[in-house]
């Protein structure tokens, strides 16, 4: 295939993927999101609240939930009136969602309209094919009965949804020091934005180091509860030590780091970053989770981070504690032809045609790829 006809393929093959920002908090979260440009995507954000999405909210599109049953007005707590309420509006949700390969639903759980809503948008994304990744926060230990709730949520999140990425409140707090709760909400919401925001980048935009549709399936298909670990590092052994931290600190409780189903890094670093760092810290990923073979990593060049590397760690298929063993979706999302692997393709191609067994010589293959995908 020649270099055109691959470029070709790459623009038409891009996946599409849907940000559904639900209830408040998700709602934050989308909106921080747009404010941070997503070039990939399409992000919609749907409230009972009318005030929240008239004065606060900004997406592609905003979607008023439940219109006669809360009148505008919240779900004040209550999970059963946001199931009711997306059912109201369930035709437009379905069609929100036609043709969408990748859904990423974003909210606080704990309250009413992000809560109920979610496990009916779950299932209209799971009719549509999509793989549906849930990205969710549970409540501070303060909001108890909250909580609760937010259990509950997860384990009935599980049968409809590929991953439900969790980032406990609390454990926010042990990591970002004990802020002002508007503080702690902030850094939740750039913390679940940033993952919708790298993972969309990294698979619709060329990186430095791909990571594909594909690859993010094989991770999180079918993935259950997943953690994530933020990192970052500077100077000597930067990338090894943002891995480490990144590892070290799940925000969620795991029982067991190195039984976790899948691995997916993501490594931001800015132009002096080099491929080599970034091959070191899969190799020492790859250490920390003997028990899987399903590592996937992606990297990206951000020229506003000279010198520091910032690493995200995404562990699926953990067992957490507070939420117990849960029962996850059976049955695989469907596979569209048309949503293939250009720049891995290209990458193969390349280190068919020079195959060799030195690591140096391995480096200068991928560093071409990696030309390849920057000049896109
Ligand atoms: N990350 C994040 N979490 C928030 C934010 N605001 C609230 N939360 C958390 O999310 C939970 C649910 O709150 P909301 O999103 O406001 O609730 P809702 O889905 O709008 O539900 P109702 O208001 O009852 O209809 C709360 O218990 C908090 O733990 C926010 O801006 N960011
Ligand atoms: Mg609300």
Redesign the pocket.
Known sequence: MSREDLLQKAKTSRPAVTVFGL????C??ATWIADKKLTGGRIVAA???ANHLVSMTRADKIMLLGEKLCKGH????YAER?AEAAKENLAEIKQELEGTNLLFLV?????????GAMPVVAAAGREAGALTIACV?I??TI?MS?REKAREAIRSLAESCDSIVVID?SKLREVAGNLPLKDA?AV??AL?GSFVKNLTDTITQPSLVNLDYADLRAVMERGGIASIGIGEGDGVNRVEKAVSQALATPLLDITDISSAYGVLIHIVGGEDMTLDEVAIAGEQIMDKVPNTKRVIWGAKVDQNLTGAVRVMAVLTGVTCPFIGEVTTRKEPARIPKEVVKPLREAMEQMAQAQETDDKQSRMEIIKKAAVFSKER
């Open positions: 209830g408040g908090a998700g934050n979260i409230n009972t609240d919240g779900c004040g707590g946001g909210a606080g759980l704990g309250g009413g309209s992000g809560t926060t409540p501070f909001e909250r409140n909400l939740a919401n679940v």
